[in-house]
């Protein structure tokens, strides 16, 4: 019984971290689409945005144990 709750309570607690960090994320992309103007500069700011998530991910991945 007791796994049982456990596992109910991360499932739960993973999907309320997983939606505040969409929204977090929405609200950070909405904020650079307005406060970067022109394509090379957003193309540049994606592109170290892309390398930062290359190497992230797999950090946050292995910290989390998946």
């Not at 456990?6 to 950070?28: K, M, P, Y």
């Not at 992309?29 to 022109?38: K, V």
Request: glycine residues 16%; neutral net charge; proline residues 2%.
């Amino acid at each position: 019984m007791a796994a049982f709750l456990a596992e109910l309570l991360f499932d739960f607690v993973g999907s309320l971290i997983g939606n505040w960090l969409r929204q977090v994320f929405v609200a950070v992309c909405g904020w650079l689409d307005t406060g970067i103007h022109g394509r090379a500069a957003r193309l540049v700011v994606g592109g170290l945005l892309g390398v930062a998530a290359y190497f992230l991910i797999p950090i946050v991945i292995g910290l989390l144990g998946f």
